[in-house]
């Protein structure tokens, strides 16, 4: 569909619609075109279903080798083995099961957004019907509260002004006009002849038709960009590639042990036992549990410090992000107007405070003043709270405006300096108005006193007021004002508006006690002075972007607004130093690049500003090339198509939308961009948590791979039973991992670098694990090799190499708590995750048990160990206590810088 309806004017818009501007369509004909273009609705696609999710459990490939082991343990009737090799391969499905298992509400919540009811011209008369039933061409009614139900061209505006900051991210009320546009590229936020879909009528009144409905609409073509296929996240994609790698390894152990049983006249049933308890050892399926588990106690943890998290795997990503694209209005700042600054004849006086919250000071040359001492600033004040329609209030333990944010950003300076909006208003009855309108530039307000006296107030450009002020107010004292003196105020304006402020002038002029709303009333002003505004930046954010760029994560802002408005927020904030030195792009720059262009520049933009929801995902795309980890932070409908596409999506709880909280993995529920600080935080520290982990089971499953390949090419009998293996991997690999997953966080974590995105989540284990290989050759076989000539069973031998692997595994639990520090250089190291001492004790006990309890020596095929037996056993354990990471950690830096030389 044609939709570039805002170069056009109205004549040609109704034309091209085959309606009429008072008539509207008749019933017959909306039928007709409900039927053509469908419902205004978004429309959702098919989820998957709980059926669907539990099964995709079932396709990760080791599962699937765990299930082939349990089919072949049936076939040679180990029963016992393929029973406790079937409960553990459920109970990890059932744990994935619950991390994945999320409704998606994305779109839902934008069908809620769009408005329920809409008032419209049918046969020439105004109707209300369900906004799902608008069609092009209709001819809808806007009034103040009203959201728009569908993307429409205005054919009338009467001081007209729309929020559209869900959509655009525009902190300020866009005025609107009929007028057509020049040129056919120009901005969705820069169209103010346009109405959009789920933006909402703050002011004014107006007449539009439909130009687009549905998934048409710019709202549409937002929830077509949140219906795109996910992409998985770092940690997942690293887990599924070292799966596949693990698969084919065991697989080629496997077969070759199989073999190499065959050739030496083992039975078939012999071959299969061996090849089942090699992949079994060789499969950490404690893996998939203790990562969810460790997951789900850091979301835990985050949730005590407002970050809530909605997909488990995402808080990983979080922890390895290299840059945050933030949005500017309410993640930046705090998107409620604040008055900072204001001048009365030759002198300037800041405010403190911000937001909605009536606290703050009045300074004049860093000294607090007395706003009552001074006539003209408190008359100025005056002024601007009661030629004003907002209002503020006290709802669910915060203070809001009601109307106007700019409006209210008055309202809440007259309560700073003692002024009650609600008192004035009865002090001074508003008897007549001239409204604001986009042309006009101007408000005005008469009021009458309960003397009689008649006042006009007014507010608007400072360029327009100026003009129509033929006086000045000095220090209570009104004086004509001259040439050089409206020069000096509106240079004063202009270098207000320098640093973003947002510039009102305010005026007065006394009215005759026999006042008639004929003439120009708006003449012979008295001025009074300029007001300027901002929506001001979060106190906490410098320090939190402080703190990120130490730790090396570069912050970006992106916004909807204007360039000037955000490099001034940018520099308050710290984000940069000068404009000079940093590189700033609007919309309209990145339209001009091609996606080339655009990839050698992208690293260095620290500041987009006047971008749309598809830029965005462009920014996104090209640090995504460049191998970044993108976090990207938003709160408006227009930051959801972003926020999916991101590698962590995070949102505003408090004033984030439906749409982007659903579509976020992350969401603050303070809107507190300092959050995202021990976010990362957490999350560097659950990702430092699954590598300890993940070499203590590595470790250990290679230790017991490699020992049975080995026992079974020294033709000595296998030295564990497949449900041995299965316990050793429950005992040392389940209660140990879990431990090392809630391990506190090493210090100076937020010190280091982002890792290298590429990197494998094993990168410097390999050294440590062949050693570990190594040591468990030798002190697991030799304890086993004497056993067989010492003992008379073959279970007795098999329950000493049980033990030495248990005791050896608990051991290496605790030297796998740190790359850097050697854990038992001190007692203090060793005690410090005191779970992890709970859980090796707990391993001991619930071990020993399996040995001198009769009726679980039957289950497990073990038999008591006697003193002798321990004599032995003990200081071939402790062979591990020579395994330390951080030699071999730099032996594998060494060997990898060399071959990358080679």
């Known amino acids: 569909m044609y939709n570039n309806f805002h170069v056009m004017d109205i004549k040609e818009v109704i034309e091209y619609f085959q309606t009429s501007s008072t008539h509207g369509l008749d019933e017959k004909e909306a039928r007709k075109r409900l039927i053509e273009y469908g419902y205004n609705e978004i429309l959702m696609e098919k989820r998957r279903g709980v059926l669907s999710i539990f099964l995709e459990q079932f396709k990760s490939i080791l599962v699937l080798i765990l299930l082939a082991s349990v089919v072949i343990s049936v076939f040679v009737g180990e029963m016992e083995d393929a029973v406790v090799i079937m409960v553990i391969v459920i109970l990890n499905a059932v744990l994935g099961f619950i991390q994945e298992y999320r409704a998606e509400k994305a779109l839902e919540a934008l069908k809620k957004l769009a408005s329920p009811k809409a008032i419209v011209i049918r046969n020439g008369r105004e109707i209300t019907i369900p906004s799902r039933e608008v069609v092009p061409g209709d001819i809808i009614i806007l009034e103040v509260g009203n959201k728009v139900p569908a993307d429409a061209r205005l054919i009338e505006a009467v001081n007209l002004r729309v929020d559209e900051s869900i959509l655009t991210g525009e902190s300020v009320p866009v005025s609107k006009f009929t007028e057509p546009l020049e040129d056919p590229h120009t901005p969705i936020h820069e169209r103010r002849n346009m109405v959009y879909m789920a933006t909402t009528v703050v002011y004014g009144r107006g007449k539009a038709v439909v130009t687009a409905t549905g998934m048409d609409t710019e709202f549409g073509k937002i929830a077509s960009m949140l219906q795109e296929e996910e992409e998985e996240t770092p940690l997942q994609r690293k887990l599924e590639k070292f799966g596949r790698i693990l698969a084919i390894v065991i697989v080629f152990l496997s077969a070759l042990a199989g073999l190499e049983c065959l050739l030496e006249g083992a039975s078939i049933i012999d071959m299969l036992l061996t090849a089942i308890s090699l992949a079994v050892s060789a499969v950490p399926e404690g893996l998939p549990a203790v990562v969810t588990v460790t997951l789900a106690i850091g979301v835990q943890r985050m949730a005590r410090k407002n970050a809530i998290v909605r997909r488990l795997s995402s808080v990983e990503t979080l922890g390895s992000s290299t840059v945050i694209c933030t949005d500017k209005t309410g993640t930046l700042t705090k998107n409620e107007m604040t008055v900072r600054e204001i001048y009365v004849w030759d002198r300037r006086v800041h405010v403190t405070g911000t937001g909605y919250e009536p606290k703050g000071k009045f300074y004049l040359k860093n000294r607090v003043i007395n706003p009552k001492e001074d006539v003209t600033l408190m008359k100025l004040i005056l002024a601007g709270a009661l030629c004003n329609d907002a209002r503020l209030e006290f709802y669910d333990k915060e203070w809001r405006i009601i109307g106007d944010p700019t409006e209210g950003a008055l309202v809440v300076l007259a309560e700073k300096a003692g002024l009650s909006k609600e008192k004035l208003e009865k002090e001074y009855v508003r008897i007549d108005e001239i409204p604001f309108d986009s042309i006009r ?3 005005s307000t008469i009021h009458r006193r309960a003397d009689g006296e008649i006042m006009l107030f007014i507010k608007g450009a400072p360029e327009v007021i100026v003009e129509r002020a033929k006086y000045i107010e000095k220090a209570g004292k009104v004086y004509e004002i001259s040439k050089e003196e409206k020069e000096k105020i509106l240079l004063t304006a202009r270098s207000m508006a320098k640093k973003a402020l947002r510039v009102l002038a305010i005026g007065y002029r006394p009215l005759s006690i026999e006042y008639k709303s004929e ?35 570069t912050v970006i802002m992106v916004t909807g607004d204007h360039k000037e408005t955000a490099v001034a927020i940018a520099k308050e904030i710290g984000l940069i130093k000068d404009e000079s030195d940093t590189v700033v792009l609007t919309g309209k720059d990145i339209d001009s690049l091609s996606d080339e262009e655009f990839l050698k520049l992208v690293d260095e933009v620290r500041i987009y500003a006047r971008v749309s929801p598809e830029h965005k995902l462009r920014i996104i795309d090209a640090l995504k090339r460049k191998g970044h980890i993108v976090a990207m932070t938003g709160d408006g409908v227009n930051d959801a198509p972003s926020v999916k596409k991101a590698d962590i999506g995070i949102a505003m709880g408090i004033r984030g939308s439906d749409v982007t909280r659903e579509a976020a993995d992350l969401i603050l529920a303070d809107d507190n961009f300092a959050t995202i600080v021990s976010a990362i935080k957490e999350g560097r520290t659950i990702y430092e948590n699954i590598r300890k ?36 991997n429950l ?4 209660l140990p991992a879990l431990a090392l997953g809630m391990d506190p966080p090493d210090e100076g974590i937020m010190k280091k670098k982002p890792r290298d995105p590429s990197e494998e989540i094993y990168h410097g284990m390999i050294v440590f694990i062949i050693a570990s290989v190594i040591l468990a050759l030798i002190s697991w076989l030799t304890p086993f090799y004497i056993a067989l000539q010492m003992k008379e069973t ?12 248990i005791l050896f595994e608990l051991i290496l639990a605790f030297i796998c708590r740190s790359e850097e520090t050697y854990i038992f250089s001190s007692w203090k190291n060793v005690t410090a995750n005191k779970m992890l001492v709970v859980s090796v004790i707990t391993a001991l006990i619930l071990h020993l ?26 200081p071939f354990a402790c062979l591990s206590l020579i395994l330390y990471p951080k030699p071999y950690l730099r032996l594998e830096n060494k060997l990898e810088k060399r071959i990358r030389r080679k």
């Open 441 to 443: 530039k101007r408000m």
């Open 519 to 553: 003439g120009d009333l708006e003449r012979n002003i008295i001025l009074l002075g300029l007001v300027g505004m901002i929506d001001p930046p979060r106190p906490e954010v410098r320090e939190a972007i402080k703190v990120a760029e130490e730790a090396g994560i």
């Open 693 to 728: 982990f993940l070499r203590l089971l590595l470790s250990a499953n290679w230790d017991e791979i490699f020992v049975v390949f080995f026992a079974a090419l020294l033709d000595l009998p296998l030295p564990f039973t497949p449900k041995q293996i299965l316990w050793i």
């Open 731 to 734: 005992v040392t690999d389940g």
């Open 794 to 805: 073959l279970d007795e031998a098999r329950t000493l190499a049980f033990t030495q692997a």
């Open 849 to 874: 048990s399996i040995i001198y309890v009769p009726l679980l020596n039957y289950f497990f095929d073990t038999a008591p160990l006697t003193l002798t037996d321990w004599l032995l056993l003990i």
